[in-house]
């Protein structure tokens, strides 16, 4: 799914927290969202994911036909965060949730559900509590949770950030073999420059609200042209 | 000290022998405390999720009042139900004071605010996070409400059960509105207080024990929804 932003502001009293003239990301690659602390890059992502309205602009969403509208199509996004709510139930039953919230059969849950717990190493863990599971098991459940939507775009906000290597490796697993296999568009937010060069076809970087570059991210993460930018990636501190 | 030993074993003589007299006050009790608490759930629960949910002018100091009312003295709510339905008063006309409506309506008002006030702390810890991930999930208006309502089920129980506990042990409201009259308003608490004063300590070890118990079984269904509900 492709993204147009198009003139989103957003501010908080007389502070301006975003303002992003234009941007388009692309369809069916991983985008690494990143930039300093306050930036305004959760904000941005509330915004498209339409948990956050901006005080002006637009987020035009790239439809299967190639028009776009300006509406979130709900049924097609859907968002991380960096500690996700469990419902008060089951591993097996958080997974189950959005597939019976789209009345999916009995069966085609059970299957899909079987799957996605083999996938995410969660098996043993089907019938825990899902309130009571680590940080990462917590976000490898929630990352099942989302992908068992086949969602066309999911929203990462620093999915992460707590968790250990093997657990960011199943993450990361899935990010690249849900766009290789079905196109999927990621957007993820990390301070993890590694992880980004690892992961991302596309970088945006933030800074006080703003896009200050774009581009492929072999190109921004190597050769970036903005003084910030640059400052940024080499992990200086900025001014 | 045998007295004590004696009403004991007096007491649930009378308690396996189905006093009359004694199940009497404990239908009566767990009907007035039942009532009152279940008019509380159907106002406190929606006023709370709403309460909890919502941003509005003036909550802060709503829920001042809210918290104040969660632990005003019963003495107090019999004293000003019984004034507002005193012959003179407002609502004279009815003529309810010494009934058990009269209890009821000030066991309402006491354990409404309990209900309200636990409903709205749960539902104010989880109500971003349920929000937000029923809307990320792709979730309609409905299918979210009821993902909420199933999400603080656990908390609901602790606030029916707590409401239920403060109304069945209190004294001081269905005394001053009740008035404890014989057969028809005499509940547990002022039972006890009654038989006290008239030396009669066995019937009132009985009574006595049998609002333990229930509270026993209050306190029990409390803490295995609490175990249960733990972040
Ligand atoms: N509800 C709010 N009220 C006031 N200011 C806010 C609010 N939410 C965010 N902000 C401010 O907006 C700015 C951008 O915040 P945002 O969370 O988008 O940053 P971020 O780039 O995600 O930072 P981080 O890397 O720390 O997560 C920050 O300066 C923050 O203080
Ligand atoms: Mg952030």
Known sequence: MK????????????????????????????????????????????????L??????EVLYGLKDGSFSPDLPKKAVTMLFQTPYMLHTTVEKNIAYPLQLRRAEREVIKRRVKNLMDD??????AKNKAWRLSGGETQKVALARAVALKPELLLLDEPTSNIDNTSVAVIEKTLDYERNKHKMTSVIISHNLAQIRRLCDYVIFMHEGRIIE??????????????????????ELLL | MDYIFDGIVQAIGLILSGDPVIFEVVGLSLRVSGTSVLIAVLIGIPLGILIGTREFIGKRVLLRIIYTCMSLPPVILGLFVFLILMRQGPLGAY?????????????????????????????????????????????????????????VKGGLVIA???????????VGAVMIVGGNITGKTRVMTTY??????????????????????LSLIVNTILYQFQQRDEK
């Open chain 1, 3 to 50: 993204l147009r932003l198009n003139n989103l502001k957003k501010s908080y009293g007389s502070r301006a927290v975003l303002d992003v003239e234009r941007c388009e990301i692309p369809s069916g690659a991983i985008t690494g969202l990143i930039g300093p602390n306050g930036a305004g890059k959760t904000t941005l992502m509330n915004i498209i994911a339409g």
């Open chain 2, 192 to 213: 006890i207080a009654e038989l006290r004063s008239m030396g009669d300590y066995s019937q009132a070890i009985a009574v006595g024990i049998i609002l333990l118990l």
């Open chain 1, 120 to 125: 995410f190493d969660l098996t043993p863990l």
């Open chain 2, 160 to 170: 029916l059960v707590s409401a239920f506990g403060r109304a069945i042990s209190e």
């Open chain 1, 52 to 57: 956050d309205a901006p005080e002006s602009g």
């Open chain 1, 214 to 235: 774009q581009g492929d991210a072999k190109e921004i993460l190597s050769k970036p042209a903005d003084p910030r930018t640059k400052a940024f990636i080499a992990g």
């Open chain 2, 95 to 151: 003529q309810l004071n010494y009934t058990p409506t009269a209890m009821i309506i000030a066991q309402t008002l006491l354990v409404t605010p309990i209900v309200m006030g636990l409903t709205y702390n749960i539902v104010r810890d989880r109500a971003k996070d349920v929000g937000r991930l029923g809307k990320t999930l792709g979730g309609t208006g409905v299918s979210n409400v009821f993902l909420m309502l199933r999400e």
